[in-house]
């Protein structure tokens, strides 16, 4: 899962961060932590399509995050979980306003943060794709796989992090286990996870640039697929 931290305020992040990764190795789940030190530098990454599970933000007075980026998160579609820290209460009903799960006060008391990661750790999407690398097992987080493409008897496994994986098994196999409705099967040759796509024509054009081929003959079904998956998601 993706987590991100906003915090203008660097030892306040890097305080929280650590936490968040002692908790997360603790329970030996899988996790990327994106530290910004402004809002704007997170929206603009929200915008650009990278996904979070969990944010946490922090707001304060006279600050340059201030509560509005919370706002401006919802408008642009971030619908996971949002956490709001900050020194004061003062921007405790505009938390419940936004829909945060939960608020921290600075200094963040590690008890209090495991509290509330705890009340909400069920919501948290940690699905994974076993994948054997080399002389172990790498669990690959859902969301980093933007698709799977095969050639003859082993197929790539192309991740958002730039690493692709190389797997000696047949595209069917890999279709059946990634039964997650986000995984589209649009060509004899491609998997696609519709989560990464950015737009749609003959092919599909995926977030990172690359194209996607599509079945010729299947195209309006696939389409059709991958529109109402579109209206699903947004709703």
């Not at 939960?102 to 009340?119: A, Q």
């Not at 493409?149 to 496994?157: A, L, P, Q």
Request: proline share 2%; charged share 25%.
């Amino acid at each position: 899962m993706n987590v991100a931290v906003c915090d203008e305020n660097s030892k306040d992040s890097e305080c929280l961060i650590d936490m968040l990764k002692k908790y997360f190795f603790e329970r030996e789940l899988p996790v990327n932590i994106f530290g910004f030190g402004s809002g704007e530098d997170l929206l603009y990454e929200v915008k650009g399509g990278l996904s979070f599970d969990l944010v946490f933000l922090s707001v304060e007075h006279n600050s340059s995050v201030g509560i509005e980026f919370a706002y401006l998160l919802r408008e642009v579609n971030y619908s996971r979980e949002l956490i709001i820290v900050s020194s004061s209460v003062d921007f405790a009903v505009d938390g419940y306003e936004v829909g945060a799960v939960g608020y921290l006060t600075k200094p963040c008391e590690v008890l209090i943060f495991r509290k509330v990661m705890e009340r909400i750790s069920g919501k948290f999407r940690i699905d994974t794709y076993p994948i054997k690398h080399r002389n172990s097992i790498v669990r690959l987080p859902l969301s980093e796989i933007i698709y799977v493409e095969s050639n003859n008897s082993k197929c790539t496994v192309h991740t958002s992090s730039g690493d692709n994986y190389t797997l000696y098994k047949h595209l069917n196999v890999i279709e059946n286990e990634l039964s997650d409705k986000c995984f589209l099967r649009c060509h004899r040759s491609f998997i696609v996870n519709m989560n990464c796509v950015a737009a749609v024509d003959d092919d599909f054009v995926m977030k990172s640039g690359e194209r996607i081929l599509i079945r010729k003959k299947s195209r309006k079904e696939i389409k059709d697929i991958f529109w109402n998956f579109l209206s699903q998601k947004n709703n």
